[in-house]
């Protein structure tokens, strides 16, 4: 990996805020990954309800 630079700049706009990304986007890949890890099949797209699965 290229060395990477991190610069964090202030926003003057008033409001607080936070450095990095938001949570959620960590969350479909998440819960994607742990339904392979349960059922072996890897499922690639949301919403699953078209996918085929079941709760049992």
């Known amino acids: 990996m290229p060395k990477v630079e991190t610069i964090v700049m202030p926003s ?7 450095v990095g ?11 994607l990954n742990a339904i392979t890890a349960a059922t ?3 499922y690639r797209s949301f919403p699953l309800k078209n996918q085929g699965l079941t709760l049992v």
Not at 12 to 18: A, F, I, L, Q, R
Not at 21 to 31: F, K, Y
């Open 21 to 31: 990304e938001p949570t959620i986007c960590v969350a479909a890949p998440a819960v």
């Open 12 to 18: 003057h706009s008033g409001v607080w805020g936070g």
């Open 40 to 42: 072996g099949k890897r």
